[in-house]
């Protein structure tokens, strides 16, 4: 595909099936991540960072190789709507974020995005109407470079069984699991 | 599609698309959402929850409409290789997970799970092979429920612009946003 071309239509498509409706933060995010991704030099493997765990996270896995689930994804939950994609050796890449300035020009989308109207109030409608205008024209990408802590692979480690809950989990966790360590947020079935 | 019926070799096609190669663990987590989705009333609208970050969200957003954008999928970090699907509103539901004492009796995917082979010594095609073999017959199944303060939807609250990156945050995280407030993994570009 022409990296400086992007299906929108295309795009939405996939949404509705993944993400389960067409979300504006994820239509959004479409071109947030089309515009990192153009900006990132050919055959460079990359990882990404989603600056909040809302939508933009299924907008990188539907349009990059970088899942939750492969470690490519890593979610920081910051609450800010902004996404990074860099060298996973090096660390060099681009962060994308909506930029609250550039969103005056675009009244449907800026009180959908600062939460202005009632979700009663707002015509979804016009939302992506003003989005698929809008395109990457509200959105802000500067360098940046991924500190080197954040670049290490977490290795697990030893696996051990838990003596608590008999399943497997990384030793260096401590003597019981984290989720036996009170974290756990079920119920337990027996208990009183 | 019939409830009761999984086809692993049009799973395994779609694990190799979103995730990028064949992991021995995503191929594991789809006989598990497997069996718990078959163990959900049907029409009852659930949540998921990983309870690790490895894998397992990969194949929760392949085969059930929960992912990590629409937060319908969240993942607890216990380090157990372990999922649930749970009624959204009542929190009732099923918990599936590895067990350890039944990985005994398929030496591959011990070995793998437990790390006992360097991943030079492991052999990708036997481990897959034991794992369709063996299905879900590795699995433990138990009823869950989820503690209520899990079930509440959780409101971001008025957003602000943060006066330190001029970008819009959620104002409950403080004057500043949690990345400015030192959490952040980028290196500042114009700093010393």
């Known amino acids: 595909m022409e990296k400086n071309y992007f299906d929108i239509e295309e795009y939405i498509h996939r949404v509705h099936s993944f993400h389960g409706h067409v979300a ?5 995010g479409g071109f947030m991540v089309h515009l990192a991704q153009a900006r990132m030099p050919e055959g460079v493997l990359f990882d990404a960072i989603s600056e909040t765990p809302a939508c933009l996270p299924d907008a990188i896995q539907l349009l990059t190789p970088c899942t939750v689930g492969n470690g490519w994804l890593k979610i920081m939950n910051f609450g800010r709507f902004a996404l990074s994609l860099y060298d996973k050796y090096h660390g060099n890449g681009v962060r994308v974020f909506l930029d609250p300035v550039k969103l005056e020009k675009w009244p449907e989308i800026n009180a959908w995005f600062f939460k202005l109207k009632s979700r009663k109030e707002q015509n979804h409608t016009d939302i992506l109407s003003q989005i698929k205008q809008a395109g990457v024209e509200i ?4 360098p940046v470079q991924i500190k080197p ?6 290795d697990k480690g030893k696996i051990a069984i838990c003596p608590s809950c008999a399943e497997a989990y990384p030793l260096k966790d401590g ?3 984290l989720a036996c360590q009170g974290n756990s947020p079920y119920v337990i079935p027996d208990a009183p």
Not at 24 to 28: D, E, K, N, Y
Not at 149 to 154: A, H, I, S, T
């Open 139 to 142: 959105c802000g990408i500067r």
């Open 24 to 28: 504006p933060g994820v239509v959004i």
């Open 149 to 154: 802590e954040f670049l290490k692979k977490r």
């Open 175 to 177: 003597s019981i699991c």
